[in-house]
């Protein structure tokens, strides 16, 4: 009977720590999913950051009031002054510094108004954003605009990257868009 006792306590013992293990491993499991979600909502608000960045450059080149204003230029205007980017050796990065760049607030975009103001584009995660112009080349157009074209046209090619990154991040997350203008051509 005594045996039969200490079985018992040490059956008890054993279900005891098994849920013991049990629990440590669904709290331990429950931590990661929710840094997981928290990285994945950063991750996601810095896209939506680095969207609104490359938006922010479309407003501002299609702005009638910023474009009428000569004391003022668009951020593809700007690029255009700047030295083209050679794919072939460059990539455009987020962190370039000889590239334009236009900052977005959490304020949005307005009229008549260049975006250059450093703010956080959101102030609950924390994400700044920011895009950066290039410009590529000028070329002759293509497709149904050869109309239009003619030696005195030709196309403008621009790259812009949207840029987000979450504070303590040390990456930023970005996306490109590739824009052709129609332009009086150089030569």
Wanted: glycine share 8%; proline share 1%; charged share 20%.
């Amino acid at each position: 009977m005594n045996k039969q006792k200490g079985l018992v306590m040490v059956f008890a013992l054993l279900v005891l720590l098994s849920i013991t293990v049990l629990g440590v491993s669904s709290v331990s499991s429950s931590l990661l999913q929710t840094k997981m979600a928290s990285s994945l909502e950063r991750s996601s608000l810095s896209f939506d950051a680095a969207e609104a960045a490359i938006a922010g450059v479309v407003f501002e080149s299609e702005d009638e009031i910023l474009l009428n204003d000569v004391g003022n230029t668009d951020p593809l205007s700007e690029a255009r002054q700047n030295l083209e980017l050679d794919l072939t050796v460059d990539a455009l990065s987020c962190f370039d510094d000889n590239r334009i760049r236009r900052d977005i607030t959490s304020n949005g975009l307005g009229f008549g108004a260049r975006h250059t103001i450093t703010a956080t584009y959101s102030e609950q995660g924390g994400v700044d954003s920011w895009s950066q112009t290039a410009f590529v080349r000028e070329q002759a157009c293509r497709g149904s605009s050869n109309v239009i074209g003619g030696t005195n046209i030709k196309c403008h090619v621009f790259l812009v990257r949207g840029c987000g990154q979450a504070d303590g991040s040390n990456y930023a997350v970005a996306n490109t868009l590739s824009a052709s203008v129609f332009a009086p051509a150089t030569n």
